[in-house]
């Protein structure tokens, strides 16, 4: 049996849907009855100026009330950031339903959304696609910025699909449902005394779709999370179920494995796992002549480091996490501050910008975490790069008093709180090796804060830096043949901390600016290519042909689409995005 996700409606539709029973043609009720507007008795062109003004004033004013009615209309809370449209007053079918990614940035509609709950179930609803030509995206927990497993035309979501099939204690390898989130997974695991290797910023994401994006955690000597993928099951249109491995059709292994949901539903995955253990995270301010000085110690000595850059301050968190010693054991540190003293200096910003603002805000801020008082701050004014600068100082104090230790599973320590809906770019290039960092991952910060301040970018913080080792994942922004290179992350933001319309749509703007200018001025010289849950297909053709050209300089993209054409000939599996960014040398 199916099920399909509840529908929603939407409160922007049912809002002019209402309008329109009420008002069944705006206009006429809107203009007083004039006879003379629809018949003459006199054939011909008015007599005089009197009715020639007469005329032009009844047209001026059904030109009027028409626009009136139309930019009257409230934005409803989930209108986001989407233009208005006109005409749209048509009820929405009950059968459709509306699909959003976390960040809130992407979002469509549609009446296919099929979710199968046996392996059984998932081969029928792929072979009957393939016959009829019926979309079906692979999509998992939405959690990608960019949208990427979603179309209007169908979708497959694994979520029934989410049981822990087998566990090699020895081995340490488990296989799942790739509809299973990491949460889930890691809970099931963890009295078997083993884990995942590495986690991302957060935990809800579905086992497939972690992988086939290229996901990634942070440390220098551990590979992205598609590295722990040692076989998997994909269900393709054209050769039904499929097993691949690295002794199993390695070349399609190795090009599927970060495989963008375009060659076949990963049905089930296999995944190389580690001891579990308890980790020491220390967290501490530090700058950049200092992180010059430390980098490559940083790198080297640590099994997971990251860094938080903050705009228009020279203050850089350093949040590093390693093994506890089993001589020493964890550290007896006991913090120079409270939490309550360390998020005192961002309350009283807050405090101070509400009587600023005149904004009034019922809830107490001595009850918001540190992520969402910054959240209400930038709302209050988020492209005055002033107030920005504030709140980015406000933050760096926080993280100055937050210095310290802390101790927990590798789970729960490797986590971070991103906040809430935001447009994130987040760029990977290579930072020379392990025993010899190429330091041109701190030249690229350097670039991007100097590019902030010159063109007045109002950025928040963080730009978030983070390292791997390599993937052998041919797709996969990390790849290198070279077993020693290492990679660099960097994530620049912007939170969209309102729902009004109009003000997200400024703060698009603003970001894709932001956004932009480190395109066009680095990319190209640090070799720096995007996540794949966060690139966006350019809009202007001749943006889009070359960003076309530049991923066929980095990626297997003849291989790709020829795999592609072979096991899903009809392109069920594919979007808009696959087809922009691959497109197929017959389409060419």
């Not at 100097?450 to 996969?476: D, F, G, H, N």
Request: hydrophobic share 35%; with cysteine.
């Amino acid at each position: 049996m199916l099920r399909s996700l509840t529908s929603k409606r939407s409160s922007l539709q049912s809002l002019l849907n209402h309008h329109t029973r009420l008002h069944p043609n705006p206009l006429l009720l809107t203009t007083p009855y004039n006879p003379r507007l629809f018949s003459s008795t006199t054939p011909g062109p008015p007599s005089s100026d009197a009715e020639l003004r007469k005329y032009i004033g009844y047209t001026l004013l059904l030109l009027g009330c028409g626009a009136a009615t139309y930019y009257s209309f409230p934005f409803p809370e989930n209108a986001i950031h989407k233009k208005a449209q006109l005409f749209r007053y048509a009820p929405l079918p009950d059968d459709l339903h509306t699909v959003s990614n976390w960040s809130g940035t992407h979002e469509v509609q549609t009446r296919a959304f099929l979710q199968p709950e046996s392996m059984e179930e998932l081969e029928g609803i792929v072979k009957d696609a393939n016959v009829k030509k019926q979309k079906i995206r692979p999509v998992g927990s939405g959690l990608s910025p960019n949208g990427i497993g979603l179309t209007r035309a169908g979708m497959v979501n694994l979520g029934l699909m989410d049981k822990v099939l087998s566990v090699d204690k020895k081995k340490k390898r488990v296989t799942v449902q790739a509809g299973i989130r990491v949460q889930q997974l890691v809970d099931s695991i963890k009295d078997y005394g083993i884990t995942l290797q590495n986690f991302a910023s957060i935990r809800e994401q579905q086992v497939g779709g972690i992988v086939q994006v290229g996901a990634h955690g942070t440390g220098a000597r551990l590979p992205p999370i598609d590295e722990q993928v040692i076989s998997m099951k994909l269900v393709t249109p054209a050769k039904g179920t499929i097993e691949i491995s690295k002794e199993k059709d390695p070349e399609l292994f190795y090009l599927a494995r970060c495989g963008l949901g375009g060659l076949g539903v990963v049905a089930e995955v296999t995944l190389q796992c580690v001891e579990r253990q308890e980790l020491v995270e220390h967290t501490f301010l530090s700058n950049m002549k200092d992180i010059k000085k430390n980098h490559k110690k940083f790198l080297s000595e640590n099994k997971h480091v990251k860094y938080l850059h903050i705009p228009y301050t020279d203050a850089v968190v350093v949040v590093t996490c390693n093994p506890i010693s089993k001589s020493q054991g964890p550290p007896n540190h006991k913090p120079k501050y409270t939490t309550e003293e360390a998020l005192q200096h961002v309350r009283d910003l807050y405090r101070e910008s509400l009587k600023k603002y005149r904004v009034a805000d019922s809830s107490s801020p001595d009850e918001l975490s540190f992520t969402e008082l910054r959240d209400k701050l930038l709302a209050m004014d988020p492209l005055n790069k002033e107030h920005v600068i504030k709140v980015n100082k406000a933050e760096a104090e926080f993280w100055r008093k937050s210095e310290g230790y802390r101790v927990g599973w590798s789970d729960e320590i490797l986590g971070f709180d991103c906040g809430g809906h935001q447009w994130v770019s987040e760029t990977c290039f290579p930072a020379g090796t392990l025993s010899k960092p190429s330091m041109k991952d701190l030249e690229y910060i350097e670039e991007v804060m100097q590019l902030v301040e010159k063109e007045s970018v109002p950025a928040p913080a963080p730009i978030e830096q983070r390292w791997t080792a390599c993937s052998k994942s041919r797709m996969s922004p990390a790849y290198s043949s070279a077993d020693d290179d290492i990679f660099s992350w960097v994530g620049i933001i912007m939170y969209l901390p309102t729902m009004d319309a109009r003000q997200r749509r400024q703060i698009t703007e603003e970001f894709f600016h932001y956004r932009h200018m480190t395109q066009a001025q680095l990319w190209d010289r640090y070799s720096a290519f995007e996540h794949w849950a966060k690139i966006e297909v350019p809009k202007d053709k001749e943006e889009l042909a070359a960003l076309q050209a530049r991923l066929k300089k980095k990626f297997p993209v003849d291989a790709y689409n020829q795999a592609r054409k072979e096991l899903d000939p009809n392109r069920i599996l594919s979007n808009n995005m696959l087809q922009k960014l691959f497109p197929s040398s017959e389409a060419v």
